[in-house]
């Protein structure tokens, strides 16, 4: 806790740093504008470039957001899909002994592997 607490801490003031500095970048900005022309337009102007560049971090979001649902979207249908097949396959394992004890040793080995946390390997939605 104490580690999380002190990263909190150090962060936090860190972020007020880069809070301060984009300040006075942006009046730093306004002054050597306001050189060539008058001030009002030199903030109207730094204004408008500022608004540019939060409208194109939201776009960004929104289609870093978009793939993201699409990969959802992927993964469900993938699942889907394995549950439709295993349904599917359901009554012949069912009559065959052989495939009923392959089958039961194979949904084990998936359940402990899920459970031990070893998988696939796709490891696309996890995060350090």
């Known amino acids: 806790m104490k580690r999380a607490k002190r990263r ?3 962060l936090s003031l860190a972020g007020l740093l880069f809070v301060s500095v984009w300040a006075l970048l942006v ?3 306004v002054i050597w504008f306001s050189r060539t ?3 009002l337009t030199a903030t109207l102007s730094v204004a408008g470039i500022i608004a540019a560049l ?3 971090v939201i776009a ?3 289609v870093l957001e978009r793939v993201e649902r699409r990969k959802a979207r992927a993964r469900e249908a993938k699942s889907s899909l394995y549950t439709t097949a295993a349904l599917v396959a359901l009554p012949m394992i069912m009559r065959s002994r052989p495939l009923m004890m392959l089958a039961v040793a194979a949904g084990g080995s998936a359940l402990l592997a899920k459970v031990l946390g070893t998988g696939s390997g796709d490891d696309s939605d996890f995060e350090a």
């Open 27 to 29: 009046v730093a900005g």
């Open 54 to 56: 939060a409208l194109l």
């Open 8 to 10: 909190a801490i150090f």
């Open 37 to 39: 022309t008058d001030p």
């Open 60 to 62: 960004a979001l929104m």
